[in-house]
């Protein structure tokens, strides 16, 4: 079998299991490079082949990379070649880091440095409902009902739903939104002059607006995601609601996001304080 045809029974096999886009393009770059790399047929491709790559090519990349890229060429060995070239090499432990998260006045100081108003309300709603940047460009205009003020996000990550609330201070500029994208036969509620928006466009809008904010920090979409589930926290709401905002399935994903924030450090070194007086 060519890497060629390889490749494209794995896109078949990712497609037939329902696999998001973002996991199919990610599998089969996977095994595209390691393909290039060892410059051998896929029946040739061995354990070491493997660690090679691993040792030249990820050695400087965080372990989540390292565990998606033996994820992904396992799953294509052993379902297209019954094998597993992965089985003997250990996988390592995922880093436990604090993600990067904005006050609320640098989300404020982010959107407000936006230049076009439909920029500023798709980074809004993003932030305000806690959305993955996948769910925000695949929100189509019938998934919002504006009678009931509430949105439904369809098969997000995990091939799961849920719902969210439309915020209030967004409801009259989506809907006007929403009535225009429908005069346009648009399907999705957010697109571009040459249809349907990608990641990478939404992904350039946060990080400009962030430089032109004076906003010393990595800032990504999913920092507002992070954002949103760090300022409930600080409002006391329960982890399990947030969990539920957030489309978690398992508690422990969520309370990777909700660490103890500045703002209760800060509430924590004057209980201290105040003890020691």
Do not use: W
């Given at each position: 079998?060519?890497?060629?045809?390889?490749?494209?029974?794995?896109e078949?096999?990712?497609?037939i299991?329902?696999?998001?886009?973002?996991t199919?393009r990610?599998?089969l770059?996977a095994?595209?490079?390691?393909?290039?790399f060892s410059?051998k047929?896929?029946e040739?491709?061995?354990?070491?082949?493997?660690?090679k790559?691993?040792?030249?090519?990820?050695t400087?990349r965080?372990?989540?990379?390292?565990?998606l890229?033996?994820?992904?060429?396992?799953?294509?060995?052993?379902?297209?070649?019954?094998?597993?070239?992965?089985?003997?090499i250990k996988?390592?432990?995922?880093?436990?880091?604090i993600?990067?998260?904005?006050?609320?006045?640098e989300?404020n100081?982010?959107?407000?440095?936006?230049?076009t108003?439909?920029?500023?309300?798709m980074?809004?709603?993003?932030y305000?409902c806690g959305?993955?940047?996948?769910?925000?460009?695949?929100?189509?205009?019938s998934?919002?009902?504006?009678?009931?003020?509430?949105?439904?996000?369809?098969?997000a990550k995990?091939?799961?739903?849920?719902?969210?609330?439309?915020?209030?201070?967004?409801?009259?500029?989506?809907?006007?939104?929403?009535?225009?994208?429908?005069?346009?036969?648009?399907?999705y509620?957010?697109?571009?002059?040459?249809?349907?928006?990608?990641?990478r466009?939404?992904q350039?809008?946060?990080?400009?607006?962030?430089?032109?904010?004076?906003?010393?920090?990595?800032?990504?979409?999913?920092?507002?995601?992070?954002s949103?589930?760090?300022?409930?926290?600080?409002?006391?709401?329960?982890?399990?609601?947030i969990?539920?905002?957030?489309?978690?399935?398992?508690?422990?994903?969520?309370?990777?996001?909700?660490?103890?924030?500045?703002?209760q450090?800060?509430?924590?070194?004057h209980?201290?304080?105040?003890?020691?007086?």
């Amino acid at each position: 079998m060519t890497p060629e045809e390889f490749l494209e029974k794995l896109e078949v096999e990712l497609k037939i299991s329902k696999n998001s886009e973002y996991t199919i393009r990610n599998y089969l770059d996977a095994n595209k490079q390691l393909l290039s790399f060892s410059k051998k047929t896929p029946e040739e491709i061995t354990e070491d082949d493997v660690k090679k790559f691993l040792a030249e090519k990820l050695t400087d990349r965080a372990a989540s990379s390292v565990i998606l890229f033996l994820s992904a060429v396992r799953y294509a060995y052993s379902n297209l070649l019954k094998k597993d070239p992965t089985a003997g090499i250990k996988r390592p432990k995922r880093e436990k880091k604090i993600p990067s998260v904005l006050s609320k006045e640098e989300v404020n100081l982010l959107i407000n440095s936006i230049d076009t108003k439909k920029s500023r309300l798709m980074v809004s709603l993003m932030y305000a409902c806690g959305m993955r940047v996948s769910e925000l460009i695949n929100l189509k205009i019938s998934d919002l009902n504006f009678n009931e003020k509430i949105g439904h996000i369809r098969q997000a990550k995990g091939r799961k739903d849920r719902i969210f609330n439309i915020p209030e201070f967004l409801f009259e500029d989506l809907k006007k939104h929403a009535e225009m994208q429908k005069e346009r036969n648009e399907e999705y509620l957010f697109t571009g002059p040459k249809g349907k928006l990608s990641e990478r466009n939404i992904q350039k809008i946060v990080s400009s607006a962030a430089r032109r904010a004076g906003i010393n920090k990595h800032v990504s979409c999913h920092t507002l995601r992070h954002s949103f589930a760090t300022h409930l926290l600080e409002k006391g709401v329960s982890i399990r609601v947030i969990q539920s905002l957030l489309g978690h399935s398992s508690i422990s994903t969520t309370e990777l996001y909700t660490h103890i924030s500045t703002s209760q450090l800060k509430e924590i070194k004057h209980l201290i304080d105040d003890m020691m007086k």
